[in-house]
């Protein structure tokens, strides 16, 4: 991180100066979280940003807020509604006696070394009237420039106490303007980026789907300061909250021009009573700072998810052939075992059976039955899933399968045998979305269900070591028959606190099978259940264009390696779009490189490309997965020009993809300059993935990296949907 003269101060704003106050430092190798809190006082942010050498400045150097006043425009750390407090809080309590409003003061904390790269502070904060207690538990990854924050409520009052909302992370900043990047979209189209300016009020990015809570808007979010998001430069906030079920994030710039961002769980429907000595955990809030402009919030949170937030996050994941688009429900034994006859000859390493291997009583033929009944269709498949496993196995590859645990279509015996599994509320009448309905998960016994679901499929072979999870239907007329009456505004927090434990039961199982993370796409983008999962399917939406896109906004957060890709046919099934088989690769690469279409497509050249693409990912995804990923142009700029650079950790080697979407004029050439490589090595460039050999006057020359930093390239594509693949090594 570079030095920056400038510092990040939050809320300067204050009535009179408090002597002998304890000052809280949550550090990282190069970010520091500083708070100060004085046993009966309001806990206090001085400062997010950069790391300071020395902050014993901050004893003389800022006004703090006297503990009685509470300042009306909020400086606390973790403000609750209360005293003159109008903004929107982080907690809002109803206490035992009705009371409405709280005021937290801080009473203690405590630091503990977990390790050379982890320590975790717990700051301890309690109502001044009321037996009501705030613990805030930071955990500061020095290495990986992260922070993750959660908040513990309990109470010891004569009575309930009913937590009406409660954030993960309150925090603060001030600057002259604010600039948020965030992320919508819908089914086909996940994870669109979108940068605005923020004014004076308030800014709301939530879910309230309960399920696929990712897939109209995400809660990963960047905040830049005075001025626009850049990649290098510039100073930016980033975070995500780990959490599947509903969410809210809220950006407010109040009168004073502070921007107050709070998230956590959305508090919708969602009020939860606790008796005295009941605990209250929400999720993390995982954040990050960077001085450096967004890379660095990249490189932050991918080497922290890879080593603390994915499962297998130091091995490189397999080529894929999903049978989905390739067969979709109409496959028999025979189809399946040509399909891995061809991948085998594609050197396709993970053959997955996807949809439509279940159901008897009532086949698994479409998406209207099935669900539920997790037995092999004898008449698809009367071997069994053991045979295909095993002949997968024989032709040198692996074997993965589909599920939808959480789904039950009203046409299987499983809903028959057990109606009240199914959300629903009261009376009203069911309303089937895709055709299935959801299971409550607050349920126990519905918990045990989804697990008995998983151990089972599992335990069709010894040889299944890969499993796609799937959810495609969100929660809507919610209500469980398992809550009492009273007690239904726990479901939404109670389903996706019972789905983690069905997760936490698998793994335990379970450790070295690959699980794919999907929900009708890309649903379940989050941390919160990526912490179980290996990868996750992007979006149904495979057509490499729209990818481009997609990948790109998920890759500012989530590592490449976690990003299924996959090629498939053209035209596109989702869009009609044609484009030419290297653009396709090309594009896939770039994640975790699969293939979604029948192998018997692909004839002549295009078999050959694909062979030859396939062995050169191999080659190549060392680097694509585990090293940095540096972005040069943008498919959102609008100029028909992206590309991403993918560096080793030790930078003796790159991989460069450059694409042109649409036509340029012949005039044209793509100049870039390069990130990430050392400017004193030497590296021979050679381009890979050509049809036909490579025309490119550079190819098979040496440069200095220096000269590709800041002389750069000049790239010969200006075609529609042509590109550039470059292999970088050290010479």
């Not at 189209?189 to 800014?203: A, C, D, N, S």
């Not at 979010?221 to 005075?226: A, E, K, N, P, T």
């Not at 989804?450 to 069709?460: A, C, G, H, P, R």
Request: negative net charge.
């Amino acid at each position: 991180m570079k030095i920056n003269k400038k510092l990040t101060i939050f809320a300067m704003i204050g009535s009179a100066l408090v002597a002998n106050a304890a000052q809280i430092k949550v550090e990282t190798g190069d970010v520091s979280l500083i708070m100060d809190g004085e046993p009966g006082s309001a806990l206090n942010l001085l400062y997010f940003g950069e790391k300071l050498a020395n902050t014993s400045e901050f004893a003389y150097a800022w006004h703090i807020t006297q503990p009685d006043t509470q300042d009306e425009y909020g400086r606390e750390l973790y403000p609750a509604y209360g005293g003159r407090f109008f903004l929107n809080p982080a907690l809002k309590l109803t206490h035992a006696d009705g009371v409405m409003t709280t005021q937290l003061v801080y009473r203690s904390h405590e630091q503990k070394v977990i390790d050379d790269n982890l320590t975790e502070t717990v700051v301890h904060l309690q109502d001044k009237l009321y037996d009501a207690r705030v613990d805030l538990h930071f955990v500061a990854y020095k290495d990986e420039d992260v922070i993750t924050q959660s908040v513990v409520f309990s109470h010891g009052e004569k009575g309930d106490v009913t937590v009406e909302n409660i954030a993960s992370s309150y925090i603060t900043l001030k600057a002259a303007d604010y600039y948020l990047t965030h992320f919508h979209g819908t089914w086909a189209r996940e994870m669109q980026l979108t940068e605005e300016r923020l004014t004076p009020g308030v800014k709301v990015v939530e879910s309230k789907k309960g399920v696929r809570t990712a897939q109209s808007d995400n809660s990963a979010f960047l905040v830049s300061l005075d001025g626009p998001t850049r990649e290098y430069s510039g100073e930016v906030y980033a975070g995500a909250l780990a959490w599947t079920g509903n969410y809210k994030m809220q950006f407010e710039v109040d009168e004073a021009g502070l921007l107050h961002i709070s998230g956590g769980i959305n508090p919708f429907a969602s009020a939860i009573s606790l008796a005295a000595g009941e605990e209250f955990v929400t999720p993390e809030m995982v954040l990050t700072y960077s001085n450096e402009g967004r890379s660095e919030i990249t490189h932050n949170l991918h080497d922290w998810a890879r080593r603390y937030n994915l499962a297998h996050g130091d091995e490189v994941r397999p080529v894929v052939l999903n049978s989905w688009e390739g067969a979709y429900f109409d496959f028999d034994e025979k189809v399946i075992t040509d399909m891995i006859d061809d991948a085998a000859a594609f050197g396709v390493e993970m053959f997955v059976l996807d949809d439509g291997w279940f159901g008897n009583e009532f086949p698994r033929n479409g998406d209207n039955a099935g669900l539920g009944d997790w037995q092999v269709n004898k008449k698809k498949l009367p071997h069994g899933i053991g045979y295909l496993a095993d002949y997968a196995v024989s032709k040198g590859m692996k074997f993965g399968i589909w599920i939808e645990p959480e789904m039950v279509n009203p046409d299987s015996k499983l809903a028959r045998r057990h109606p009240e599994w199914i959300v629903q509320s009261g009376k009203r009448d069911l309303l089937p979305m895709r055709n299935q309905h959801l299971l409550d998960l607050s349920n126990p016994e519905v918990q045990d269900f989804v697990f008995e679901t998983f151990d089972n499929v599992l335990k069709m072979s010894p040889n299944i070591s890969y499993v796609k999870w799937d959810a495609n239907r969100h929660a809507d007329n919610v209500g469980s028959t398992y809550l009492a009456a009273d007690e239904q505004s726990r479901f939404w927090y109670d389903y996706i606190r019972g789905l983690y434990s069905v997760y936490e039961r698998i793994r335990a199982k379970y450790p070295d099978v690959l699980i794919q993370l999907c929900s009708s796409g890309g649903g379940r983008v989050d941390f919160g259940a990526l912490k179980y999962h290996d990868e996750f399917w992007a979006s149904d939406n495979t057509n490499a264009l729209d990818r481009l896109c997609i990948q790109y906004s998920e890759n500012i957060f989530f590592p490449a390696m976690a990003t299924a890709a996959h090629v498939s046919t053209s035209p596109n099934h989702q869009t009609g779009m044609m484009l030419p088989l290297k653009f396709r690769f090309d594009v896939a690469m770039m994640g975790r490189l699969g293939m979604e279409l029948q192998p018997k497509q692909l004839v002549g050249d295009e078999r050959e490309f694909a062979f030859n693409a396939v062995k050169l990912y191999k080659e190549l995804r060392p680097v694509i997965q585990l090293g940095d990923l540096y972005r040069i142009d943008s498919p959102y700029d609008g100029d028909g020009y992206c590309s991403d650079v993918y560096v080793s950790k030790d930078r003796s080697e790159a991989v460069v993809f450059a694409f042109s979407t649409t036509y340029h004029n012949r005039t044209q050439s793509y100049d870039i300059k390069l990130h990430g490589l050392d400017p004193a090595k030497n590296y021979l460039l050679r381009e890979v993935n050509t049809t036909g050999g490579s025309w490119y006057p550079g190819n098979g020359k040496v440069y200095s990296g220096e000269f590709l930093m800041k002389a750069g390239l000049s790239l010969p594509i200006g075609g529609a949907f042509t590109s550039m693949v470059l292999h970088l090594t050290e010479q």
